[in-house]
């Protein structure tokens, strides 16, 4: 067993089986081509011996015995690796829910070449891709392991009864709208990496990374880009065995969902500069800024703040104030000295702003103070608010009050479509989580209606959507009692729930670049 070099290949290494002693045939009647070709020098015999290349691909496994696994002229070439796709198919013949395999390298895929696997299924047995794909990973290195795998009733046959290899389906192009929706903060970053990765728009929870057009390369740098991320380790094979984001997700660690409720979420843990700290808005939830990371810098680390209560017992904030001091706590935990750079849509603007006051008492500098149509809540504006309730951090189990209430931005938001408000969300909440979910956000409403803003002495970044806003509203005008350096204004066509999506966060962050010194 010898492998291109001629070199003795060890237990378990594929390589080509070659013949040779006093048994030898000399060549082939009147063929010297194919003699020169096939009956080549014998380098562990004596001067002058011969040996015969036989063309098969073999090895030898652990009880000594001689493993036949393919031909090598069906040898192939895929990303750098020399590939006998008779070693794959015999690798699937080996597990007890496949009885027939076919793998052939296909022209017609969604990344151009690539190794497509056909497998019909053992009698009784209701084979499932995600159950071979795993079983798969166990035996064989990762570039062996095919891009797609097709389950067929049965494989097409020849004349001759074998395999019709040209007959094989086609395995088909890429899908042309992402499958379904992330759910969890998780979810959604998987989502990005799946199509920062691949180098397509967008990606959907149910879409194979494989039938995207991934590859064992691309998985390399998919797992990489996952443990900076999530920092969580990856295996290299999980992908193979899970290769959608809904299969991925609950293998990164179980408990996804308490994971998501952090305080800090890091969206972009990685990067030298400093880090972009994006405040959560009414919800009290920071998912909405995971699209950031496709325009923000690489070099810039992102993290989303999120409202305490969702992953312990500790009591609501009684202020504005106080629930901004907990967040700079946890800044600084991160990064313990400026300049500081805040972001805030809707209710986390009036945040954001409150911890930039903060950081002025302490000596500490806010280089960008990022405001997504946010407004303060002003004495003139209090005055024809409704009373919030019972609802107080004091007493957030209190029974729903009956009187409306407004949303930070002033669209309208009422008590009665609370349920609709945070089912909006991309996550599933148990019933608990739920719960917590309305006591969070109607502590936030009060709060919010009873916070005063005080002053700041800098510069602000001031994000209008317009689409949804009486004519005579001006947030410039709103805010600058309390925010005395330069406002710089941009209009955004749009509603307020559209700011954070993802072809306006683009279009924002490339205004506020422009306009920065």
Known sequence: MLDARLELCPPGVAGELYLSGPGLARGYLSRPGLTAER???????????????????????????????????????????????????????????????????????????????????????????????????????AHLLPATLTVLDALPLTANGKVDRDALPSVGPAPRTPSGEPRTAREEILCELFADVLGIPRAGIHDSFFALGGHSLLVARLVTEIRKRLHVDVPFRALFAAPTVAELAPRLGPSTQWEAFRTVLPIRAAGTDSPL??????????????????????????????????HDSAPLPGSLREMAAQYLREMRRIQPSGPYHLLGWSLG????????????????????????????????????????????????????????????????????????????????????????????????????????????????????????????????????????????????????????????????WTTFQAQRP
């Open 349 to 508: 603007g009036v945040i954001a702003q409150e911890i930039a006051v903060q950081l002025q008492e302490a000596g500490e500098h806010t280089a960008s103070l990022i405001l997504l149509d946010s407004f303060p809540s002003l004495e003139t504006e209090q005055q024809n608010r409704p009373p919030a309730g019972p609802h107080t951090a004091t007493n957030p189990a209190a029974p729903l009050p009956d009187e409306p209430s407004r949303d930070p931005a002033g669209n309208g938001f009422r008590l009665e479509n609370l349920d609709d408000y945070i089912r909006a969300n991309p996550v599933q909440l148990t019933d608990e989580e739920f719960a917590t979910a309305r006591r969070i956000i109607l502590n936030n409403g009060h709060l919010y209606l009873t916070h005063t803003p005080r002053r700041y002495d800098g510069d602000a970044y001031l994000v209008v959507a317009t689409a949804d806003k009486p004519a005579h509203v001006d947030p410039v005008e709103d805010w600058a009692p309390t925010i005395t350096g330069h406002i710089e204004e941009r209009r955004l066509d749009c509603g307020h729930h559209d700011v954070v999506l993802p072809e306006h966060l683009e279009r924002i």
């Open 277 to 310: 700290f994006c405040v959560h808005p009414l919800t009290g939830l920071s998912w909405a800024y995971a699209p950031l990371t496709r325009h923000v810098p690489t070099t810039t680390p992102i993290y989303g703040l999120r409202a305490r209560g969702f």
């Open 39 to 141: 009956f080549v020098a014998d380098p562990y015999g004596r001067p002058g011996e011969r040996m015969y290349r036989t063309g098969d691909l073999s090895r030898w496994d652990r009880n000594d015995r001689l493993e036949f696994l393919g031909r090598t002229d069906r040898q192939v070439k895929i990303r750098g690796y020399r590939v006998e796709p008779g070693e794959i198919e015999s690798a699937l013949l080996s597990l007890t829910c496949v009885r027939q395999a076919a793998v052939t390298v296909r022209e017609d895929g969604p990344a151009g070449r690539l190794l497509a696997a056909y497998v019909v299924g053992a009698p009784g047995v209701d084979i499932a891709e995600a159950r071979v794909r795993e079983e798969l990973a166990a035996l064989l290195p």
